[in-house]
Structures are given as structure tokens and as C-alpha cells.
């Protein structure tokens, strides 16, 4: 029986090891070919099985990512705003269904309730125009949570669509849902979070900030790509175009919370152990929200469907297992939590270099079962805009021959192409524009949108008859391009 017992031991360790290599391997992978710069935790069956730190924390000073560096979670937060809520929730202290105007007596839309904010089926309005003119008045001027209603109605701000009727994204919908948790307890929205969340989880090293905007000594600098042809990484302080209110806003709800992947992955433990929340609560947020039509509230990914919940978004896959996550994007940062509530396998990503993380997790969670992976690999359009503003065109049509050969090199996809040829396109550069529509078109040459692009690029660029051909190339695939009819229509 010892021998047995022995022999079991020494195979699990033994698995163990080896899964532990493939992992330290496939994110040694991803650092070398820069596609990740940052914190990674992984759990399988709720223990930890991989803890690892990447790059650097400061590329100026060499500083390196450690256990104690702190990053911005950005959106993640929102799952901790949809708890706070549902707590408050479970303890009879609200009713998910109420309107908000019960809490905020003066939000100006009555037919708004709580579920349709943790749900983003609200209608309500984004803040990224709310405060334009307000910034030119008070310029010295911090706007936070408070000033939000205030300026719909000021501004006599209309719905974007009957609450229910559609899922936008929008975190002005849990800046509105802080706001209440502070109306109903009493207290600020970050003592609450530490209080009833980062407190009970053990969660040591995070914290909501009085001001976004002055960091931590341990906290990490962020770094972007400043386009879509770049193939280096700037601090964004030095980026010279960035969303005003970004910069005037100290918002909290949608985002703001600092952390590490050691301490996501206690709220994660707590949160799904029922420590944090109830069951039926728990299940609640887990469960995809409903429309007005009955359908499902749900977007897409990379040609997925992904459902949202409150506070969570979700999909099954091919296998039947439940994933559930949320991830966040700030400029120069990139954040996720995704969990495998079937498996009870989860995977922590922070970084500072705005790296890949949902597509890195989601291979990440197949590679830890055993099931085949695909390794992130770097964009294709990145490199070839990267040749084509060198002035390497030559270079650049041959790396458009050699992955049409062998695709499996890099990643390309049509987002990225587009993107690529329309940032050309708004800085004048013209032929490095039409250059890349042109290889678009090889690449993906049953995609209408390309065509359609490239047909937009030519008009611009006088080449009328050659316009006309891509937008009717652009309508033949797609006859519901109702864009690329109008046009032809105006230029025929």
C-alpha cells in the first residue's frame, strides 16, 4: 500500500513538473517575441500552479516586475463594483430591479434600474463628450462620480436606446452603480471595497486611490505602441494625443482599483467560494442578462459569442465548461481574470505593455488541460507597417509572399489591416494607405469591409474608377453593404 501511495505521489509530481515547464516555456515564448511584459498567476483545481514576473516595471530605470508590483486593474474592477452591489444585494439593503432614481433622486431617467447598469443595458450616455464644454469653463477643474448627473442634465442628454433594448458597453453605468453603494451605506466607495471585499479576502496589497492619477512607489509605468506601424513601446506620459477627460477625471466604479495578480487571485478563491457573495447571488452575476426581445445581452470576439452577465462576461466551450471573466484595457495597460468555473482553473494576467492578455488566457486555460493551444504570435500587420514607414516597401510585399506560403508565423487578422490602413490614411501617407488595403485584399479576399476601406482610400486619393471596382468587389461579397451602394450609387 506505501508503494502505492508512493508510485501515485511520485506521478503526480512528475505531471506536475512537466505542465509547470510547458507553462514557464510558452511565457518565455511570449516575453522573447514581446507579447507579454508583466505579472502572470495560474491556479488549476484552486491551487497555484505557476507565479511568474516578466520585463520590466520601469524600462527607463530597469526596474524589474516583481511580487510587489502594483498594477491598475482597469476594468476588472467592474466585477468588484457588480459585488459590492449585490451584497448590498443580499443583505436586503436593495433591490437589483429598482430604479436608480430610488438612490439618485435626481438621475433624469425613470425607467433605468440597477440590473440595467451591472448589465450595460442602460441606454444611458458614455462620459467622453459629456464634459467637453465644462473642461473649456474650469479647466483646473477634477470630475468625478458626482459631476455625472448633473452634467446629463445639464446637457439634456437623451437615452441611446430604451433601457433593455440593447448591450453597450459604457462605464458610465458603474460610475452610477459606486454612486449607490455610497447613497446606501454611508460611506465612501473605498472604504466599502476594503471593508466588505479587500479586507475579508485578505487581499493585503489593494486599494482604490483618492486621485487615479498620482501612483504608488511600487506601481508600474505604462508603455503603448504610439501606432499601429510602431514596433517599439513608449511611456504614455509622452504621448501627445489622449481623451481630455482621461486626463480631468478622477472616475472610480468602472475602474481605478490597484492590485496584484497574488492578491486577484484571493478574490478570486473568496469571491467563488462564496465567501464574498451568496450562492444565488454569485449565480446571478455568472448568469447572461436578458434583452426586452428576449434574446441574449452578448457581443462578439474574434468571431465568438460572448455573453454578459453583471459584472461578468462568459461563454462555454467546445467542450461544455463555463469560462466566466473580465478583462481591462487602459493605454499602456492590459488586465484579466478568467476563470474556468467547470474545471475551477483560472488564469491572471497583468501587464504594463498593453500585451494580448484575453487571447493569452484563453490558450492558457486549454494549455493547462492538456488540450491543443495555439501560441499568440506577433501581428503581421505591426510588422509590415513597420517596413512599409521605413521605407522598405520591397521587404514588406515579400513578408505579405512569405506569410500567404506559411501562415503560421504570425497573427493577422482583417481589424488589424483595417485599422493599419486608415491610421496610414489620416496621417497622409497615402501609398503606405492604399499599400496595405492592396495586401488586405490577398490576405482576406472574401472580406467586404476590406474593399470597401480600400475603395474609401482610392476615392480619397483621386483614383475614382479604381474606387468604383472595390466598392462593387465590396457589395458583390456583402449585399448588404448598404454604405457601398450609397456610394457607387453617388459615383456612378
Known sequence: MKKQIVLYFTVLLFTSTISG???????STLAKNNLFNGS???????????????GYSNF???????????????????????TAILQLKQKGKLNIDDPVQKYLLDFPYPNVSIRHLLSHTSG????YRLFDNAIKEKPEKVFSNEDIIPALIENKVPLSFAPGDKWEYNNVNYCLAALIVEKVTGISFRD????????????????LPKDRRIKEPNQVELYTYPNFYSTSVVNVQTLKETFLIDEKSNFYGPGGIVSTALDLQKYQKALFSNQLLGKKELEEALTPAKLNDGKIA?????EKEIAYGLGWAMYTTDTNEKIVFHDGLNTGLTSILMHNITRNNTVILLSNTASPVLTTASEVLKLIDNKPYKMPLQSLSRVYGSLLESGNKEKANQLIEEYLKNPSNYEATERDFNRLGYQFLRSQKT??????????????????????????????????????KMYQKSVELNPDNENGKKVLKELL
Open 431 to 468: 501609398d503606405n494607405s492604399l499599400l496595405t488595403f492592396a495586401s488586405a485584399t490577398l490576405l482576406f479576399p472574401n472580406n467586404s469591409n476590406i474593399y470597401d476601406s480600400y475603395g474609401e482610400a482610392l476615392l480619397q486619393s483621386g483614383r475614382k474608377e479604381d474606387a468604383i
Open 40 to 54: 502572470v498567476l495560474i491556479s488549476k483545481s484552486g491551487e497555484k500552479v505557476f507565479s511568474n514576473f516578466y
Open 60 to 82: 527607463e530605470k530597469n526596474e524589474k516586475i516583481n511580487e510587489k508590483s502594483l498594477f491598475t486593474i482597469a476594468s476588472v474592477s467592474k466585477t468588484f463594483t457588480s
Open 124 to 127: 444611458v450616455s458614455n462620459y
Open 298 to 302: 452578448s457581443f462578439r470576439i474574434d
Open 21 to 27: 515547464q510547458e507553462i514557464k516555456d510558452f511565457f
Open 192 to 207: 466599502y471595497l476594503k471593508q466588505n471585499i479587500f479586507e475579508p479576502a485578505k487581499m493585503k496589497d489593494s486599494f
